[in-house]
Antibody, heavy 124, light 108 residues
């Protein structure tokens, strides 16, 4: 069974750096075609893709946030970490990590399994 | 433009059919995936590619594409279908993922 779970601080002050961890099980990021992404959702708003990391350590970032984001993986711990620098109140959101499907689904770039999300509030 | 536009809200009577649309010029080139999200929960993948359902998604849920519009159709709407629905595509030119604006479905 594939599961993902996000963790991180619930409250962050403006200008600080936010670090979120996605711990997953049921697959390995050492396996070809495996990919994990971060997506966020401000309260009452739509989903927004942030970043993706692949089994071969390729990394992709949202154009609108790219310079503030960094994504990395620790395959020994089955974790993906996202850091976001210089956070602002507009970064208040639920942050999800999700696996992108592999196999027959690979080319569709669909997010087939999602974590439950972690709420992050940016406030002084 | 890589934006995806959805109607903010639609309603459907119990047992009837509802079609949720997602519009964007990029959909002429790319297929959309569809997600259902019950408020307070994580999204669930419903449709990907040319209308493929992951295992566990009932066949009363279907997806189609025509021109710049992707559609998600729910036949025999049930109370559990009351949720927010999002379309999404990946722009291969820029390696960006774009979500639609979301549609809230109410089952009457």
């Amino acid at each position: 069974q594939v599961t993902l779970k996000e963790s991180g601080p619930a409250l962050v002050k403006p200008t600080q750096t936010l670090t979120l961890t996605c711990t997953f099980s049921g697959f390995s990021l050492n396996t070809p075609e495996m990919r994990v992404a971060w997506i966020r959702q401000p309260p009452g708003k739509a989903l927004e893709w942030l970043a993706r990391i692949d089994w071969d350590d390729d990394k992709f970032y949202s154009k609108s946030l790219g310079t503030r984001l960094a994504i990395s993986k620790d395959t020994s711990k089955n974790q993906v970490v996202l850091t976001m620098t210089n956070v602002e109140p507009v970064d208040t959101a639920t942050y999800f990590c999700a696996r992108l499907c592999g196999g027959d689904c690979y080319s569709s770039h669909a997010f087939d399994i999602w974590g439950q999300g972690t709420v992050v509030i940016v406030s002084s | 433009s890589s934006e995806l536009t959805q109607d903010p809200a639609v309603s459907v009577a119990l047992g009837q059919t509802v079609r949720i649309t997602c519009q964007g010029e990029s959909l002429r080139r790319y297929y959309a995936s569809w997600y259902r999200q019950i408020p307070g929960q994580a999204p669930v993948l419903l449709i990907y590619g040319q209308g493929t359902r992951p295992s566990g998604i009932p066949d009363r849920i279907s997806g189609s594409n025509s021109g710049s519009t992707a559609s998600l159709t729910i036949t025999g709407a049930q109370a559990e279908d009351e949720a927010d629905y999002y379309c999404c595509f990946r722009d291969s030119t820029f390696n960006q993922y774009v979500f639609g604006t979301g549609t809230t479905v109410t089952v009457l």
